[in-house]
């Protein structure tokens, strides 16, 4: 599975944004998918994930529950982060990932998107 996430930007502090992950591969749908975060000076972490299913299997850091919400869209081979309220602290380049294992890996990554929020 090859991954393309696309869709970061510079953001106002209460602002939205929404980042997209195209994959490659027919078997994309059989994956667990997520999005992984990585701040500057700071190690990369887990920020959503959804399983091959999608509907009401989504789970979350605590950091966004509540503000991030991740989807998928099987047909189009794509997974969705929609982020809001943003924060200064959610300034990171975001990976989005497949073959999630649990929260703290996965076997295909993305090259990243950069997601910065002006306070």
């Known amino acids: 599975v090859q991954l393309q996430a696309s869709g970061g930007g510079l953001v106002q502090a209460g602002g939205s944004l929404s980042v997209s992950c195209a994959a490659s591969?027919?078997?994309?749908?059989?994956?667990?998918v997520g999005w992984f975060r990585q701040a500057p000076g700071k190690e990369r972490e887990f920020v959503a994930g959804?399983?091959?299913?999608?509907?009401?299997?989504?789970y979350y850091a605590d950091s966004v529950k509540g503000r991030f919400t991740i989807s998928r869209d099987n047909a189009k081979n794509t997974v969705y982060l929609q982020m809001n309220s943003l924060k200064p602290e959610d300034t990171a380049v975001y990976y989005c990932?497949?073959?999630?294992?649990?929260?703290?890996?996965?076997?295909?990554w993305g090259q990243g998107t950069k997601v910065t929020v002006s306070s």
């Open positions: 990932a497949a073959g999630l294992s649990g929260t703290s890996s996965a076997n295909y």
């Open positions: 591969g027919r078997t994309f749908s059989s994956y667990a």
């Open positions: 959804i399983s091959w299913s999608g509907g009401d299997s989504t």
